[in-house]
C-alpha cells in the first residue's frame, strides 16, 4: 500500500531565508506525487506536481520540488520566504492503478517571521 | 472554466439534525471526492465518486453518504449529526488519468451545536 509521511509539522523560517519542507513516500509502482498548499479556511491549491516526465519539478510562486527516487523523497524547497507563505502544505501520493486513491500527509504549517 | 463550487459555504445545526453538502465539478470532471478536515484529525477521505458510481470509501461511519448525478454534480448527507461532525468538508474534482491533479472547491464550515 502507498502511504506518505511529512517529517515536519511545523517549520518555522524567517523572511527571505530558504524554505525546505520534507515528505517521504513508499510506492510499489511509480508515483504521481503532488505539493498542495491551503491558506488559513480556504481550499487546498496545487503548487506542483510529479509525472515522470522531469524529477525536477518548478511549481507556482517560486516554490520545486525534486523527485528522489533512491531517497524516496519528495521535498518542497523555496530559495526564499515571503510573507505570504504561510500557510499549511500537504503532500500527496496516488496510488497508479487499482482504486487510484489520494494519500494525504498530516500537513506541515509553515510559518514565516518578519 | 469555472473552478469547483461548493454550497453552502457555512452552515449552522443542531446535534441529530441531517445536512446536506452539494458540490459542483469543473466542468468535464467525472470523478468527485469529498474530504473532512479538522484541526484534531487532519484532512480525512470520505469518499469519491466516478460516473456516477462510489468508486472508493474512507472508514467514516454510515452515517456519511454520498451521490452523484448524470452531470457530475455530487451531495453529501449526514445524518443524527454530532459535535464531533463540525468540520471543514472539502470536495475536488479530476478530469481523469492517472497524471492529474484534485482541484478543491473553497469548503463547506459545518458547525453542529
Known amino acids: 500500500a502507498q502511504s506518505v509521511t511529512q517529517l515536519d509539522s511545523h517549520v518555522s523560517v524567517s523572511e527571505g531565508t530558504p524554505v525546505l519542507l520534507r515528505c517521504n513516500y513508499s510506492?510499489?509502482?511509480?508515483?504521481?506525487l503532488f505539493w498542495y498548499v491551503q491558506h488559513p479556511n480556504k481550499g487546498l491549491q496545487l503548487l506542483l506536481k510529479?509525472?515522470?516526465?522531469?524529477?525536477l519539478v518548478k511549481g507556482i510562486n517560486g516554490f520545486e520540488a525534486e523527485f528522489k527516487k533512491s531517497e524516496t523523497s519528495f521535498h518542497l524547497t523555496k530559495p526564499s520566504a515571503h510573507m505570504s507563505d504561510a500557510a499549511e502544505y500537504f503532500c500527496?501520493?496516488?496510488?497508479?492503478?487499482?482504486?487510484?486513491?489520494?494519500?494525504f500527509g498530516t500537513g506541515t504549517r509553515l510559518k514565516v517571521l518578519a | 472554466k469555472a473552478g469547483v463550487t461548493q454550497t453552502p459555504r457555512y452552515l449552522i445545526k443542531t446535534r441529530g439534525q441531517q445536512v446536506t453538502l452539494s458540490c459542483s465539478p469543473i466542468s468535464g470532471h467525472r470523478s468527485v471526492s469529498w474530504y473532512q478536515q479538522t484541526p484534531g484529525q487532519g484532512l480525512q477521505f470520505l469518499f469519491e465518486?466516478?460516473?456516477?458510481?462510489?468508486?472508493n470509501k474512507g472508514n467514516f461511519p454510515g452515517r456519511f453518504s454520498g451521490r452523484q448525478f448524470s452531470n457530475s454534480r455530487s451531495e453529501m448527507n449526514v445524518s443524527t449529526l454530532e459535535l464531533g461532525d463540525s468540520a471543514l468538508y472539502l470536495c475536488a474534482s479530476q478530469s481523469g488519468g492517472v497524471y492529474n491533479e484534485q482541484f478543491f472547491g473553497p469548503g463547506t464550515r459545518l458547525t453542529v451545536l
Open positions: 465518486y466516478f460516473s456516477e458510481t462510489q468508486r
Open positions: 510529479y509525472t515522470s516526465a522531469a524529477t
Open positions: 500527496v501520493v496516488r496510488e497508479p492503478s487499482g482504486t487510484y486513491k489520494y494519500i
Open positions: 510506492s510499489s509502482y511509480s508515483p504521481s
